[in-house]
């Protein structure tokens, strides 16, 4: 992605991924996937779900 514009409809704070539109704490894909972490039913939020569509810079 050449020139990211933000969807400020997504914000994320995961700088260590491709769509991330830096200092302003969006991403920049129209949309995203949230994907349940497997084996995982602690009712912690942080522990049962991630961005499916997490990419690595």
Known sequence: MSQKKPNTSIH???S???YHCGD??????RAINVEPCEACA???AADESMCGSYLRK
């Open 42 to 44: 602690s009712g912690v």
């Open 16 to 18: 260590s991924c491709e």
């Open 24 to 29: 302003e704490e969006y991403c920049s894909l």
């Open 12 to 14: 994320c704070r995961v």
